[in-house]
């Protein structure tokens, strides 16, 4: 289609978000009638989300920006199966009380992005357990069971990739799309939802949903993805040393979320900025031709940006300042040891363990690994939970790495050649 006319898919467009649409002339349409409310399920397998939602998230975001009201849907209910998707074996299976903390701590995430309350466009959010919890299992299948088949379920590629692995598939997992497909019928009725979005790992299951609808209710409902985000070096986003890039300062501090947007690879700040910040896309391709030492300039911005967005104005501004003050103003002059570290190594693939008894902060491989076991390494401030973690140049800040062992032993690694 051309040039949508709608605000919302307009910029969805524009800043790289939209990967497959139902029907995108039709949503455009409905979405240039008035406000819609669109959803994107979130199960509750962790006190925080990471990087890897925070896509979904900004979805969200831009849809509240653009008029239209966010619907937050936590899984409470999904969560005591798991979504088997694209995944080789079954989630662990949660208590109700660990949910329920979960739960609690997904909320915190959401309120940094998301302005909450009773008005027409502010974002509410709905807890699935309070329509799945009661079900009766015999009348359920009866009444919806009979609009899925087993030969279309078995179509689907985070079905089919599990089977042909060979990978155990639970009935109880294989449950977990009509309840998800069930989710969309029940948010079409009672909070006037007609958007399902998600990531593109998701499409089967919105469109399972959308189907329900039209056969039940003889609704029109519509689904978009987003994209998977990979790094320009093919790395799934949010996978560093010290694991996952946690949302939640109480997972992960500002200043090591900072840091991790910080350490973007030059090719992906342009893409990074247009995804997970709001600057004005004039000024996103102004940062994005920046070449050489310059895109430092590029890189803090982003960081600077998606923390504000995740922490508030102040945690970003402290961030900031504190790595200014490590990296800009000279630690090494002030007597931190420096060690080099040729290119080649760096590209080969050099792991945590390794570059710590290179740095000298390690007398073996076994002393870094019992290092990291103790929690006493980290690298640019990040704890690391992985000895075997291989350091890539996303992991460079100007050039360098900074290592720590224990509180006061610290060497900047420079890659030289």
């Known amino acids: ?32 009638a008035g406000p819609v409310a669109a959803y994107i399920g979130f199960d509750a397998t962790a006190d925080s989300l990471h990087v890897g939602s925070l896509v979904q998230i900004m979805a969200l ?15 409470g209910g999904t969560s005591q199966i798991g979504d088997p998707s694209f995944r080789d074996a079954s989630r662990p299976l949660l208590e109700a009380e660990q949910i329920a903390r979960n739960a609690a701590g997904l909320k915190q995430v959401f309120s940094r992005y998301l302005a909450f309350g009773d008005g027409p466009t502010d974002a509410v959010m709905v807890d699935n357990a309070d329509w799945l919890d009661p079900l009766r299992y015999l009348p359920f299948l009866r009444d919806f069971g009979t609009h899925f ?43 006037a939802c007609v958007l399902q979005m998600g990531g593109s790992d998701q499409w089967g299951n919105i469109v399972n949903g959308i189907e329900l609808a039209r056969r039940i209710d003889g609704r029109r409902l519509f689904g978009l993805t987003t994209p998977l ?32 947007w910080r350490n973007t690879e ?36 982003l960081a600077t940006e998606a923390t504000r967005l995740a922490h508030g104005e102040e945690a970003a501004r402290e961030a900031a300042d504190t790595a200014r003050r490590v990296f800009e103003e000279g630690e090494s002059a002030s007597g931190l040891p420096t060690v080099e570290l040729p290119r080649a190594e760096l590209d080969a693939g050099v792991t945590v363990a390794q570059l710590l008894v290179h740095a000298g902060l390690s007398t073996s491989r076994s002393d870094a690994r019992r290092l990291v076991l103790n929690q006493g390494a980290r690298l640019n401030g990040t704890l690391v939970q992985d000895a075997d973690f291989r350091i890539s140049a996303e992991d460079l800040a100007d050039g360098a790495l900074k290592l720590t ?11 030289s050649g």
Not at 233 to 249: D, I, S
Not at 267 to 281: G, I, Q, S
């Open 229 to 260: 985000i990979t790094t320009s070096a093919g790395a799934k986003m949010g996978k560093t040393a010290g694991g996952a890039v946690w949302l939640n300062a109480e997972r992960l501090t500002p200043y090591e979320f900072w840091q991790f």
């Open 61 to 75: 975001r831009w849809l509240q920006k653009c008029g239209h009201k966010p619907v937050v849907l936590i899984g």
């Open 1 to 32: 289609m051309s040039t949508p006319q709608s605000e919302f898919l307009k910029t969805l467009t524009e800043r790289g978000f939209i990967h497959q649409c139902t029907d995108l002339a039709a949503l455009d349409e409905r979405l240039s």
């Open 266 to 301: 030059d090719d992906d700040v342009a893409r990074f900025l247009r995804l997970f910040t709001e600057l004005p896309l004039n000024e996103v391709q102004r940062l994005g031709q920046l070449k050489g030492a310059e895109i430092n300039e590029a890189k803090q911005i």
């Open 405 to 415: 062992a224990g509180r006061k032993r610290h060497v900047l690694v420079h890659v």
């Open 149 to 191: 088949t087993i030969n279309r379920m078995l179509s689907f590629d985070s079905v089919r990739q599990r089977l042909e692995r060979e990978q155990p598939l639970t009935l109880l997992e294989f449950n977990y799309m009509v309840l998800q497909a069930f989710d969309f019928l029940e948010l079409s009725r009672h909070h």
